[in-house]
């Protein structure tokens, strides 16, 4: 069984600990919201925050080790995450994906509890969030909410996933990545959430950038 001093574990948990801090900062969630994880590259387990954690306050043994295929707890906490359902499908369901982000964005919640899609408006909006899809509404911590948000990313055409009335699930092949989404996803929904106060409901970024992103991945 992994301990939090296994050099493994704490390549991981710092760099998921200095993302709570900036999620938290961000005014991403508040309290015990949210609920983050990673893994190496293509790893069996995953570090994912323990159940009740603040994410400003993460310490090594705010962790658990987990493994993918089972769920089985093989280290650190023995209590992880309630949303540890929706990590777990979300590896599953992409293997190029090495860290997952559940937090609270309140704007891009709200215009999806509106009917109102989030756009990509800015080139950082394009590069770094792309597609937004919404889940409808499940219980947060439900085997159905996982499900529909890990079906949601299953196909590689969509990294930020809105849960209906709760929050969003945002998937990147790094934690690096998955921060600079995750506050683009919502840096996106506050600038249409503005466009439509002006009365604008079509703007985005002009669709040559975005085919010559695509160009660029090799799509």
């Keep these: 069984m992994a301990a939090p ?13 200095e993302l709570g801090r900036g999620l938290v900062g961000a005014g991403l969630v508040l309290a015990s919201g949210g609920n983050l994880s990673a893994r190496d ?26 493994r993918i295929a089972d769920g089985a707890v093989v280290g650190g ?13 979300c590896y599953q369901a992409r293997p190029d994906v090495n860290a997952v982000v559940h937090v609270h964005p309140q704007t891009s919640v709200l215009l999806a509890a ?52 709760h929050g969003c699930s945002v998937v990147a092949d ?5 921060h600079r989404r995750v506050l683009n996803l919502e840096e996106a929904a506050r600038l249409t959430y503005a466009a439509l106060l002006l009365g604008d409901t079509a703007t985005e970024c002009p669709p040559e950038y975005r085919d010559r992103l695509r160009g660029r991945d090799g799509h």
């Design 5 to 17: 001093t296994d050099p493994g574990w704490s390549g991981l948990v710092g760099p998921l600990a």
């Design 41 to 66: 590259p293509g790893a069996p387990v995953i570090a994912v925050t323990a159940r009740g954690t603040w994410l400003d306050q993460l310490q090594p043994a705010d962790f658990a080790l987990v």
């Design 77 to 89: 906490a023995a209590d992880p995450s309630t949303e540890l359902a929706l990590h777990l499908e």
């Design 114 to 165: 509106l009917g109102h899609p989030i756009r990509a408006i800015t080139t950082d909006h394009a590069a770094y969030v792309g597609p937004v899809r919404v889940a409808s509404f499940r219980p947060p911590g439900t085997p159905e909410l996982a499900t529909e948000a890990a079906a949601l990313i299953a196909d590689g055409g969509c990294d930020c996933v809105v849960l209906a009335h």
């Design 174 to 178: 790094s934690v690096e990545m998955a």
